[in-house]
C-alpha cells in the first residue's frame, strides 16, 4: 500500500484476516485476489451458519436455522424510500452517510471487520457456557484470549474499541448474575495476559502511530440521523438523538431490528446458558448501539460506525429468528404471553409484510429480472475494455523486475470510471508486485505510523510521474528515494 522513501511497511494496523488470506496463498499457489474472494465467501458463510446453528441452540427447532439465513438476506428498506417519496426525501431521511450497512453488505465490502464481529458474538457464547462449567475456567479463559486477540487483530475498530466500550455493560450483567468472582480472577488474568501476548503485534503497529497532535483517531459525536435538520439547537439535538433509534435503524434493519429488540427483551428461556447469553446479548446490543450514536472515527470518515454495528446487528438477528420461529409455536418462554395470544395473527402478518418488502429490496440490489440490453454506457465500455489491458502491461512488468522490486502505476487512473469507489482496481486485479502508493483511503488506513503530510508529499511524487512530460527530477526522485524499479 505504501513504501515511503523506498522502505516497507512491516505490518497494517489490522492483519489476522489477511494473514489467513496469506496462508491460502501459500498453500494454494494462487495469486492474492482469488486468495482473498475465497476468503470473502469462506468468512460469509462461516458467520452466517454460525449464527444460524446458535439460532437453533437457542430456541430448540432447526427452522430458526432456516429463519436466519432468509432474514441474513433481507436488504435495507431505505432504499424504497425515494421510490414511494422520491429523491428529496430520500436526502432528507436516508442519505448514504445516515443508513447502516446490514450484514450481506457488510460481508462483501469488509469480511475482516465482520471476522472481528463473529469473533465477539463467540466470546459471549465461550462466557456464557464457561459460568456454567467451573471445572474447564482455565480452558475456557486460555480459548477466551485467543478469541479476543484475533477480534482485535482482524479490526482493531469492532474487535478492540467496541469490545473495550460495551466492556462495563458486559460486567454489570454478570454482576446482575451473582456468579462467585473469587473462582474468577485468576482465570481472568490468564484470559488477558493470552490476549495481550497474541495482540502483541496490532498494539505495536498502533502504537507507533505518529504524535497524538496530528488528531485522534476517535471523536464523541452525535451520529447525524437527518438532514431535516441539523444539531444547532437542544430540542433539535434530542430529535436526532430519538430518530437514531426510530428512523435510522429501522430504515438500516428493517423487521430484524424490531423484531430482535422485542426478544432479547421479553423472551424468557428455560436452560441457564441461554439466560446468561440473552443477558449480554442485550447487555452488547444496547451499549453498541449507543457506542455507535455517540462514538465516531474522524480518519477520513465514521468508519468505526459503520462497522462496529455489525455486533449488534449479529445478535439482533440471532433473536429476531428465534422469535419468528416461535410465533408459531407455544409461548412458554415469553414474558408477554398473553399479549402474544391474542395478537399472534396480526404479529405474523407484519412480520412477513416485513420480509417480503426485504426480499424485495434485494431482489432490486442484485437487479433481478435483469432489464434488457448493455447497462455501460460506450464511454464506460471503452474504460473497460482499456482497464484489460492493464493485464498486459503487469505482464511485461514481471519480466524486467523481481518479484521484491517496487512498481508504480497511475493512482489516479481508473479510480472512479470502474467501481463505485476510487479503487486501486488495476492493482488489485492484476499486480504480483508491491508500489509505492496505492490511493488515499488504503494509504490512511494502512500507512499508520505516518502523518498526513508525508502521505500527501508521496501522492504527489507520484502523480509528478504520470504526466505527458514528467519532470527529470520527478524521475530521479521516483528511481532514487522512493527506489521504484518500473512504471
Known amino acids: 500500500f505504501y513504501a515511503p522513501d523506498g522502505e516497507r511497511i512491516p505490518l497494517i494496523y489490522y492483519y489476522a484476516w489477511h494473514f489467513l488470506g496469506a496462508q491460502i496463498k501459500s498453500l494454494s499457489c494462487v495469486t492474492a485476489w482469488p486468495a482473498q474472494v475465497a476468503l470473502s465467501w469462506m468468512t460469509s458463510f462461516s458467520i452466517v451458519l454460525f449464527l444460524a446453528a446458535l439460532a437453533v ?38 442519505s448514504s452517510l445516515a443508513i447502516l450497512d446490514n450484514l450481506y453488505v457488510q460481508l462483501s465490502w469488509a469480511p475482516q471487520h465482520m471476522f472481528a464481529a463473529l469473533s465477539s458474538v463467540m466470546l459471549l457464547v465461550l462466557i456464557s457456557r464457561a459460568l456454567l462449567a467451573p471445572q474447564l475456567r482455565w480452558c475456557y479463559a486460555t480459548v477466551a484470549g485467543m478469541i479476543a486477540a484475533i477480534g482485535f487483530g482482524a ?4 474487535g478492540g474499541v467496541l469490545l473495550v466500550l460495551t466492556l462495563p455493560a458486559i460486567l454489570l450483567a454478570l454482576w446482575r448474575l451473582r456468579i462467585d468472582y473469587a473462582r474468577w480472577w485468576a482465570p481472568l488474568l490468564l ?42 439547537t437542544l430540542p433539535r439535538t434530542i430529535a436526532h438523538v430519538a430518530l437514531f433509534w426510530l428512523q435510522v435503524l429501522p430504515l438500516s434493519f428493517g423487521v430484524v431490528y424490531i423484531l430482535g429488540l422485542f426478544a432479547v ?27 455507535v450514536q455517540w462514538v465516531q472515527s474522524v480518519i477520513m470518515n465514521n468508519d468505526f460506525g459503520w462497522r462496529s454495528v455489525a455486533v ?21 418462554c415469553w414474558h408477554c404471553k398473553l399479549f402474544l395470544l391474542r395478537c399472534r395473527s396480526a ?3 407484519l412480520i412477513w409484510m416485513g420480509i417480503g418488502v426485504g426480499l424485495m429490496v434485494t431482489l432490486g440490489i442484485v437487479g433481478w429480472p435483469r432489464p434488457p440490453g448493455n447497462l455501460l454506457t460506450p464511454e464506460q465500455l471503452a474504460w473497460h475494455q482499456d482497464l484489460y489491458h492493464q493485464r498486459e502491461a503487469w505482464s511485461a512488468v514481471r ?33 504480483d508486485r508491491p508500489v509505492a502508493y496505492t490511493d488515499p483511503e488504503s494509504v490512511n488506513v494502512f500507512a499508520h505510523p505516518y502523518t498526513k503530510e508525508q502521505k500527501d508529499m508521496q501522492k504527489a511524487a507520484v502523480q509528478a510521474l504520470f504526466v505527458a512530460q514528467p519532470e527529470p527530477d520527478a524521475l530521479l526522485y521516483a528511481r532514487d528515494t522512493l527506489r521504484i524499479k518500473a512504471l
Request: aromatic letters at 12%.
Open 57 to 94: 441452540r437457542i430456541s430448540g427447532k432447526v427452522a430458526a436455522g432456516y429463519a436466519l439465513i432468509l432474514m441474513a438476506t433481507l436488504g435495507r428498506l431505505a432504499i424504497l424510500v425515494p421510490h414511494f417519496m422520491g429523491p428529496r426525501w430520500d436526502y432528507l431521511l436516508s
Open 155 to 158: 479490526s482493531v475498530w469492532v
Open 191 to 232: 484470559a488477558m495476559g493470552v490476549c495481550v501476548v497474541f495482540a502483541l503485534p496490532v498494539l505495536s503497529a498502533v502504537t507507533s502511530g505518529p504524535d497524538i497532535s496530528s488528531g485522534f483517531p476517535l471523536a464523541f459525536k452525535l451520529y447525524h440521523a437527518t438532514n431535516l435538520f441539523e444539531q444547532e
Open 265 to 291: 427483551f421479553f423472551y424468557a428461556p428455560q436452560e441457564q446458558e441461554t439466560k446468561i447469553f440473552r443477558l449480554l446479548s442485550m447487555a452488547v446490543i444496547i451499549t453498541g448501539l449507543l457506542a
Open 312 to 332: 449488534p446487528g449479529m445478535l439482533l438477528l440471532i433473536w429476531a429468528a428465534v422469535a419468528l420461529i416461535d410465533m408459531y409455536h407455544s409461548f412458554a
Open 347 to 349: 404479529l405474523v402478518a
Open 399 to 431: 519480466e524486467h523486475t523481481s518479484p521484491g522490486d517496487l512498481v508504480q502505476n497511475n493512482s489516479d487512473i481508473y479510480a472512479t470510471v470502474i467501481t463505485a469507489w476510487a479503487g486501486p482496481v488495476s492493482v488489485a486485479l492484476f499486480a
